[in-house]
């Protein structure tokens, strides 16, 4: 599994040491997590980038969301809006969240988000581990598969009239279909 991370980088004089141990407790359950964007990178750093580098520095973050199966988001009080975009672009993409928040650091408006892919768990750096461990479990559990299959020029021209006309994404429209008909087969226990 893919896991993008973040967190606050005003946040980052105060809570890098947890930060690395959050990502090297990631690593030690054997997944690749992409971190630099907020260990090696400062909030000076940030602050100095011209308004095209900041540009690229959001298409870069876009891209590694976009390139993970879960976001891990250190998000205790007090954060920032950014981490809170970060967690919607996620969501947007359909991408599992685990949010993670110390206590007595409850992260305000994200206590608001609700759904299945939005994982918000409390932790201490003693139970770290064993929350991760559940939280990678569920996230686990929220990852969409991907299957790709051939079809005909009629009905391509088809999904491609639908998504036109209903203002909506051909696999949303295809695995509608599919749900619709689950529902209706009795025989189904899946």
């Known amino acids: 599994m893919k896991i993008y991370f973040t967190g606050s980088l005003h946040n980052l004089d105060i809570d890098k040491d947890v930060y690395l141990q959050i990502v090297k407790t990631v690593e030690s359950f054997g ?5 630099d964007h907020i260990l090696k990178t400062t909030k000076e750093e940030l602050d100095k980038k011209t308004a095209p580098e900041r540009t690229s520095f959001y298409k870069e973050l876009n891209r590694f969301i976009t390139a993970s199966d879960v976001v ?7 954060s920032t809006i950014n981490i809170g975009h970060e967690v919607s672009l996620a969501l947007d993409k359909g991408k599992p969240i685990i949010a993670l928040y ?3 650091r409850e992260p305000g ?7 299945d892919r939005f994982i918000l768990l409390e932790y201490t750096l003693t139970d770290l ?4 461990e559940y939280g990678l479990e569920e996230a686990a559990a929220q990852i969409d598969i991907r299957f790709n299959f051939f079809v005909s020029p009629e009905i391509a021209s088809y ?4 998504a036109k006309k209903r203002k909506l994404p051909r696999a949303v ?12 087969n009795s025989d189904y226990s899946g």
Do not use: C, N, W
């Open 31 to 35: 997944y690749s997590v992409k971190a």
């Open 72 to 78: 891990v988001a250190e998000v205790s009080f007090p």
């Open 102 to 104: 110390q206590p007595g």
């Open 109 to 115: 408006v994200l206590q608001g988000i609700h759904s």
């Open 129 to 132: 581990k064993t929350v991760l």
């Open 159 to 162: 999904l491609d009239y639908v």
């Open 173 to 184: 429209y295809l695995r509608r279909l599919i749900e619709e008909d689950m529902a209706k």
